[in-house]
């Protein structure tokens, strides 16, 4: 027994970063490719750098073939590659290495810290926007006022600066009511505005073709056109 526990710890260890477990199906890999490239890094450890398709497969419980088919697919995919190394006597041999996997490991954490500070971002955004709203209207929102403001940021993509924006402008216009704001929108999404900056441009350009209109001797302003009286902050 004390021969079999010597020669278990004659195995050694190999670290594994703990982010390889949490990522690896972000990195679209499955178990199966997983631990294959787990036991090529064993192998790697100790120094055999070219291991065979039947001594991979052979801790594995796939077949041969498969393990072949396996380890193409991760050459093609980028998550293992095989480079040229010479040895100390100057003999050229092929080594398997999977630095491309810690450099797509690399990647898909800083994605997935960018994706966290924008959800962050966006869920302080969204809890600004619901208590601009509240206390504009002075009162606590009613659930369907409430769905309004999810679907115009989830279904309509308007972004929150936006919505405050519309917000502002029925304020200013004394129609404090989300069937306006819903109005000014529609209208401003129609017309391809995106930010604060092209909603004032707009609204200046939309005053400035009005007042071309106001000549009496002109067809008067239609009121079912909304007009955006924009105001400077």
């Given at each position: 027994?004390?021969?079999?526990?010597?020669?278990?710890?004659?195995?050694?260890?190999?670290?594994?970063?703990?982010?390889?477990?949490?990522?690896?199906?972000?990195?679209t890999?499955n178990?199966?490719?997983?631990?294959?490239?787990?036991?090529?890094?064993?192998?790697?450890?100790?120094?055999?750098?070219?291991?065979?398709?039947?001594?991979?497969?052979?801790?594995?419980?796939?077949?041969?073939?498969?393990?072949?088919d396996?380890?193409?697919?991760?050459?093609?995919?980028?998550?293992?590659?095989?480079?040229?190394?010479?040895?100390?006597?100057?003999?050229r041999?092929e080594?398997?290495?999977?630095?491309?996997l810690?450099?797509?490991?690399?990647?898909?954490?800083?994605?997935?810290?960018?994706?966290?500070?924008?959800?962050?971002?966006?869920?302080?955004?969204e809890?600004?926007?619901?208590?601009?709203?509240?206390?504009?209207?002075?009162?606590?929102?009613?659930?369907?006022?409430?769905?309004?403001?999810?679907?115009?940021?989830?279904?309509?993509?308007?972004?929150?600066?936006?919505?405050?924006?519309?917000?502002?402008e029925?304020?200013?216009?004394?129609?404090?009511?989300f069937?306006?704001?819903?109005?000014i929108?529609?209208?401003?999404?129609?017309?391809?505005?995106?930010?604060?900056?092209?909603?004032?441009?707009?609204?200046?350009?939309?005053?400035?073709?009005q007042?071309q209109?106001?000549?009496?001797k002109?067809?008067?302003?239609?009121?079912?056109?909304?007009?955006?009286?924009?105001?400077?902050?």
């Open positions: 027994m004390k021969s079999n526990v010597l020669a278990w710890l004659e195995e050694g260890n190999i670290t594994i970063p703990s982010l390889l477990f949490s990522e690896y199906r972000n990195l890999l178990e199966t490719e997983l631990v294959l490239l787990l036991n090529i890094l064993t192998f790697l450890e100790k120094g055999k750098y070219f291991p065979t398709p039947e001594e991979l497969s052979g801790r594995m419980t796939i077949s041969t073939a498969e393990c072949n396996i380890l193409r697919r991760l050459l093609q995919r980028g998550f293992l590659e095989i480079i040229d190394q010479y040895s100390n006597d100057g003999i041999f080594k398997y290495s999977i630095k491309p810690w450099e797509r490991l690399i990647e898909q954490f800083l994605v997935s810290q960018r994706n966290q500070v924008q959800e962050t971002t966006k869920k302080t955004e809890m600004d926007l619901y208590t601009c709203f509240e206390k504009e209207f002075g009162r606590p929102l009613s659930p369907f006022e409430c769905e309004s403001l999810a679907m115009w940021m989830d279904d309509d993509h308007h972004d929150p600066v936006i919505i405050k924006a519309a917000l502002r029925a304020v200013m216009s004394g129609k404090l009511n069937r306006y704001i819903d109005r929108l529609f209208e401003w999404k129609k017309n391809g505005i995106k930010t604060v900056e092209q909603a004032k441009n707009h609204g200046q350009k939309f005053r400035q073709k007042l209109k106001s000549n009496p002109e067809q008067t302003y239609n009121p079912s056109v909304p007009f955006y009286n924009w105001l400077e902050n």
